[in-house]
Nanobody, 113 residues
């Protein structure tokens, strides 16, 4: 299971960090991602971190968002800077390994103008 936290309301241009805590060692999880789903839109990938620390970002967040991990705490973070209204969405944590895949419950991020 994954537990997401840290969403909230922020003004455009501001920053927010969301976190995702796993109930198992994240070193055993091949891929952990953040996805987001805005109202009326499909869920889309935002950022990915692999079990060797490689990171990938969607074009829309590249340079503004940073995904990181704290192995000791079995947690990943998504630092979001220079937020704009287009970033408003429910953010979901996702984990994948060959034996299973998991989704967190989602955390709302709202960016106001």
């Amino acid at each position: 299971p994954l537990q997401a936290s840290g969403g909230g309301l922020v003004q455009a241009g501001g920053s927010l960090r969301v976190s995702c805590a796993a109930s198992e060692s994240i070193s055993s999880i091949h891929i952990m991602d953040w996805y987001r789903q805005a109202p009326g839109k499909e869920r889309e990938p935002v950022a990915t971190i692999s079990n060797i620390g490689s990171t990938y970002y969607s074009n829309s967040v590249e340079g503004r968002f940073t995904i990181s991990r704290d192995i000791a705490k079995n947690t990943i973070h998504l630092q979001m800077n220079n937020l704009d209204r287009e970033d408003t969405a429910v953010y979901y944590c996702h984990a994948w390994k060959p034996s299973n895949t998991y989704w967190g419950q989602g955390t709302q991020v709202t960016v106001s103008s």
